[in-house]
């Protein structure tokens, strides 16, 4: 069976590490997973909580103390070193200090491991239920760049992308404007193009990486400058033979719902005071490589004038030609960007009737009810005291419709 040691950088996050280790020790025991503490806690608690459950008989668990003030990205030089290992493990799994894996997902990771010596073992956890070898960096960083930013999912061989580390070396090559967050993707990269390597992605849902509820992201308050700045930088600065994937990965990762990609989150970043108007000159300024969400949507969100309930730009680009149609003249509107007699209401009408006698969803009884809302909502269209903005918002109605039946 591999050896392998799970290394977790960790600060403050005693009650974390407690719940975290209530939860895996077990099973991580009874698979001879090693798991080492790089703590830099002004407190002892972090250290009390290990020296508990080694207490309790859990020998594979150690405590490295490190300097309080030392950075993440000085702490993953640590666990990249090998510093505090306590013998020769054939994989090094840096994790962070709120994740863990269940039971079976150790059992797929050390199968994967006994198959074949492969120098990336990788948790893609999604998909299909089938693994994928790569044995061109590019591909894998084609396909998994995005998922790579989390440092849970990416184990390392120890003979061929971990022994030969030079701490110094390396902080000498890759840049201070990204150094702070992304210096351990920078060396994944780095490292798998400098020769052949044989990497395994396992694809199974049932093996997804879990998080405390009692552990949260440390970067929210600097949002902007880590996956807009830090990332474009850390991607621009990869080897040239990513570079025809480069944008693609930058966006697709910062796009994410949860990371910068939904006007949802802005609302919740501007509520948190991220996203004010006092910051929209550094947020915009490469806005575009990182989101597809229109500059003046992210404009209003910072200003507190966004209508998150009329607006339909996240639509534009729909399969649907209907509502494609429908949600680029609701948005013209709604920016008086166009006059009420420019508006073809005939043809959205005649439009929208036929897609819904196109539906096999709806029963007679329920197309007449449409139908005749339909035509109350053209009506209203046509009327002379309707303004623009309340002409959008009658097209809006028109989208709900089609949008539901699809």
Not at 37 to 59: A, F, L, N, P
Not at 147 to 160: C, Q
Not at 215 to 229: A, L, N, P, Q, Y
Not at 267 to 294: C, F, N
Request: negative net charge.
């Amino acid at each position: 069976m591999a050896k392998i040691a799970a290394c977790v950088p960790t600060l403050n996050h005693a009650k974390v590490v407690e719940d975290v280790l209530q939860k895996c020790i077990e099973y991580y025991d009874r698979r001879g997973i090693d798991i080492y503490y790089y703590d830099s806690s002004e407190g002892s608690e972090t250290k009390e909580i290990i020296d508990k459950y080694v207490g309790k008989g859990y020998h594979n668990l150690y405590y490295i103390r490190v300097s309080p003030g030392t950075e993440i990205e000085d702490k993953i030089n640590i666990i990249l070193s090998g510093q505090g290992l306590q013998g020769y493990y054939d994989y090094i799994w840096p994790i962070k200090d709120r994740s863990f894996v269940e039971s079976e997902s150790l059992d797929g990771i050390l199968t994967a491991m006994e198959e074949q010596t492969y120098d990336i073992v990788f948790l893609g956890t999604c998909g299909q239920n089938q693994n994928v070898v790569y044995d061109k960096p590019q591909e894998f960083y084609r396909d998994w760049g995005w998922l790579a930013t989390s440092i849970d999912t990416t184990i390392y061989r120890y003979d061929t992308m971990i022994a030969s580390f030079d701490a110094a070396k390396f902080k000498q090559e890759i840049k201070d404007t990204y150094r702070e967050n992304w210096s351990l993707y920078a060396f994944l990269f780095r490292k798998l193009a400098e020769a052949d390597r044989s990497i395994i992605v396992l694809r199974n849902e049932r093996m997804p990486i879990h998080a405390s509820a009692l552990g949260e992201s440390m970067w929210i308050s600097s949002t902007f400058k880590v996956w807009k700045d830090r990332w474009i930088a850390a991607n621009d600065d990869l080897p040239e033979i990513y570079a025809p994937y480069r944008d693609h990965i930058i966006k697709y990762a910062a796009s994410l719902p949860w990371i910068i990609g939904d006007t949802q989150r802005l609302m919740k970043l501007h509520e948190m005071g991220v996203l004010t108007e006092e910051a929209l000159p550094q947020i915009l300024t490469d806005w575009e490589r990182v989101s597809d969400i229109p500059q003046n949507t992210v404009i209003k969100i910072a200003r507190g004038t966004y209508d998150c309930y009329h607006d339909v730009s996240g639509i534009r680009n729909s399969e649907d030609k209907a509502v494609e149609l429908i949600a680029r003249l609701a948005e013209m509107m709604r920016e008086e960007k166009i006059e009420k007699q420019q508006v073809p209401i005939e043809d959205i009408i005649s439009m929208t009737l036929l897609k819904l006698e196109e539906s096999r969803r709806l029963s007679k009884k329920q197309l007449f009810l449409l139908q005749g809302s339909v035509l109350d909502v053209m009506q209203y269209l046509k009327g002379d005291d309707t303004s623009v903005k309340q002409m959008s918002a009658a097209l809006q109605i028109l989208i709900n419709f089609l949008l539901l039946l699809q």
